[in-house]
């Protein structure tokens, strides 16, 4: 019963003691449950048709105004307002697959859903939550050794299987027309910035800076061998094009500094006054001179440059850009092999980094400063192109998934079949594992198996090819000991998907099982719901909730 009498939780003969807070309110066991699992479900239902190479898009408008056009299960889900607390979790789960694998967040939400789904119908046969929760964890534990098992090795020099690895990841986004050319930049840009270390790989996409600007087709997006910085020249009287550049990079500002206390100057005469003046443009011509003293002829400052210090740089032939944001200097220096000096005083002929080009170039109606033909540099960049700002915000989405799958895959040196193929590997193992564990988990292991077809389901739904007959042939190819069979969804037949080349990490599954069971069970093991009053309830439109109404938060729960 929900707290209709102030949050009343007993009573002590027949006098109601009231415990909680007045508005509170509260639901128990199986209405507890059952509105858990319906607001995760309605979670997964929302991005179920984006799965797949034929999944459709989303368009999310924000309270601005603002739209965003994407398939991307993460994105859907950080745009969606969502406030009931159960399908918070679900988003979490998604958020989970994003920063740990990026790509995949659509298969840990359909799952998540499915298995609560299966649990739903082991409760309602009086099944305990707690035996549900038991068998998943065993399914997902031995789940996680299959995987393994079923594992394709791939070494981090296997450029080609690396470029299916990012095709896979782009196939039914928007860069799918040029998959082909964005997966090869991508490969490309993950092998330049991996670090070995004690002879283990390790990737960090910061290390990988996307430019995107619209205008030009897809196909004119480039990788840059250095570091694309999107600043201009301080001056026009600078040199557009400085080859074999010797770079400098200056955190302080190229300017005379203010004292730290107030202080006065005492001027009485003209001659004074021209003396203070000559004074400070000595002082900055004497910056300029240390900068080149020691051999620079490109400057980027991370803070101001005053207008005489621009005057003297031109003159002297360097280009300087200021005001150039702290994560690209931290680039750059990766990039050119420089170190960022602190000051002019400090700039050492040790501290400049090498470039073979460094040139100002009108992209897209702006200026941007390209540094390039860098010597084994450890940062780059992608320049994307596209006809709209949703096109190019769509295909940098899809970038960014292929960068971190590609990263993953060589960190983990594994990859996994996709297209179901895995999926329905896994439900064939745990079947047969399940007739080995005794008592009522058992049940549990057979609905996490069913759960996992969900993905060759989605996959065949969203082609809108039967979904009981595709099953059954790739149970069926299965059984046969073909393991890497999947769903070719434009043709409806089931195919070795490693032949096809639609591989993924092996990250993507263990992560996705590991934490849609994880989330199932912890929302599976909720029997009581006690929601605090809000401080104070905002009016109730005429005609009652509407809509989306039964989405809402904790407060707009029927009382019960």
């Known amino acids: 019963m929900a707290g209709q009498l102030g949050g009343q939780i007993g009573q002590l003969g027949g006098q109601p003691i009231l415990i909680l807070k007045e508005g509170s309110q509260r639901t128990r066991g199986k209405e507890a449950q059952g509105m858990n699992i319906t607001a995760a479900k309605a979670v997964a239902s929302a991005v179920r048709t984006t799965l797949g190479p034929k999944g459709m898009d989303k368009m999310l408008v924000d309270t601005l105004g603002d739209v965003v056009i994407t398939n991307d299960g993460v994105t859907i889900l950080k745009e969606m307002d969502i406030e009931h607390p159960a399908a918070k979790m679900i988003v979490e789960v998604a958020r989970t697959q994003d920063d740990e694998v990026g790509d995949g967040t659509t298969t840990a939400v359909i799952l998540t859903g499915e298995l609560l789904r299966k649990a739903e119908n082991l409760l309602e046969q009086e099944v305990h939550p ?44 928007g860069a799918e027309a040029s998959k082909e050319k964005l997966a090869g930049l991508c490969v490309k840009a993950v092998k330049a910035v991996v670090e070995n270390e004690n002879g283990k790989n390790t990737f960090d996409i910061d290390n990988i800076k996307i430019e995107k600007k619209v205008g030009g087709s897809i196909d004119s997006s480039e990788l840059v061998e250095g570091m694309i910085i999107d600043k201009e020249r301080v001056s026009t009287g600078m040199p557009k094009r400085v080859t074999k550049a010797k770079i400098a990079l200056i955190n302080g500002a190229i300017e005379l500094k203010d004292t730290e ?13 021209q003396a203070f003046l000559s004074q400070e443009e000595e002082m900055i011509k004497g910056m300029v001179d240390k900068i080149k003293s020691k051999g620079a002829n490109v400057v980027f400052c991370q803070k101001g440059i005053d207008d005489l210090a621009q005057h003297y740089l031109a003159k002297a032939g360097i280009l300087a850009a200021r005001r150039v944001k702290k994560s690209d200097m931290e680039k750059l220096a990766r990039a050119t092999d420089a170190k960022v000096a602190s000051s002019v005083d400090e700039l050492d002929k040790g501290d400049l980094g090498r470039a073979g080009l460094v040139e100002e170039r009108k992209v897209g109606g702006d200026e941007m400063i390209f540094v390039e033909k860098c010597e084994n540099p450890k940062a780059v960049s992608i320049m994307l192109h596209g006809g709209t700002e949703h096109v190019v915000d769509d295909i940098e989405r899809a970038v960014i998934d292929a960068l971190r799958v590609v990263g993953v895959t060589i960190e983990d040196e594994k990859l996994v079949a996709g297209g179901g193929a895995t ?32 993905i060759p389901k989605t996959l065949a739904e969203n082609a809108g090819l039967d979904t009981i007959d595709t099953l059954v042939e790739l149970r069926s190819k299965h059984e046969q000991g073909k393991k890497t069979a999947g769903l070719n969804v434009f043709t409806g037949e089931a195919i070795d998907m490693v032949k096809a080349g639609v591989v993924e990490p092996l990250r993507i599954k263990t992560q996705a099982v590991g934490s849609a069971s994880e989330s199932a069970i912890m929302i599976l093991r909720i029997d009581d719901v006690i929601a605090a009053s809000k401080l104070s309830a905002p009016p109730m439109p005429e005609g009652g909730m509407g809509g989306m109404g039964g989405m809402g938060g904790m407060g707009g729960m029927p009382p019960m």
Not at 264 to 273: G, H, K, N, V, Y
Not at 430 to 452: H, K, P, W
């Open 423 to 454: 999926e329905v590997e896994l439900a064939l193992k745990l079947r047969d594992y399940a007739s080995t564990v005794g008592g009522r988990e058992q049940l549990a292991i057979n609905a996490f198996a069913d759960a996992l077809e969900i």
């Open 261 to 273: 206390v107030d202080a006065e100057i005492s001027i009485t005469s003209p001659d004074q006054l």
């Open 130 to 173: 707690t035996v549900i929760a038991s068998g998943f964890r065993l399914a997902a534990v031995k789940a996680r050794e299959i995987l393994d098992q079923v594992a394709i090795p791939v070494s981090p020099e296997d450029e080609e299987l690396l470029t299916k690895v990012a095709i896979t990841a782009m196939t039914g986004k």
